[in-house]
């Protein structure tokens, strides 16, 4: 079996195109129609909705086109914020969700954030 493609997204947000630069030359990516957004409609529970803000949060590269994955989530991850029992099943479920996000601890390490600048200077005053 195959290993799974890392989106081009993911690869730019964790660094991973500075490490294999050759593999990721050339990538065609499906275009998105844009950023996750806003929570859909039906998810009216405080901690649904709390779940989903998170994962917009933690995780930069999800787009619009991640928005039902991201819903089966924070559905079982609102549930666990709200202190509900929650069964093995779900449980399981949403370690999947979280391993199709690539939000898993084998991920975590992969990840480097830029530094913090303490420039409170705008960059664009310089051209302007």
């Not at 290993?3 to 294999?20: E, F, I, N, Q, S």
């Not at 999800?62 to 928005?67: E, P, V, Y």
């Not at 994955?69 to 202190?83: E, F, P, T, W």
Request: aromatic fraction near 6%.
């Amino acid at each position: 079996m195959a290993r799974p493609r890392t989106p081009l997204a993911k690869a730019l947000a964790t660094g991973r195109v500075l490490h294999d630069p050759k593999r990721f030359a050339g990538r065609n990516e499906p275009v998105s129609n844009g950023p996750l957004g806003n929570a859909p409609k039906w998810m009216v529970k405080k901690h649904q909705l709390e779940a989903w803000q998170t994962f917009a949060d933690e995780l930069p590269w999800l787009n619009k086109s991640h928005r039902t994955l991201v819903g089966i989530a924070s559905d079982i991850r609102g549930r666990l914020i709200a202190g509900e029992e929650v069964s093995v099943q779900f449980l399981n479920l949403l370690r999947l969700c979280l391993g199709q996000m690539g939000a898993t601890p084998a991920d975590a390490g992969k990840i480097t954030l830029p530094e913090d600048s303490n420039e409170s200077e705008d960059p664009s005053t310089k051209y302007f």
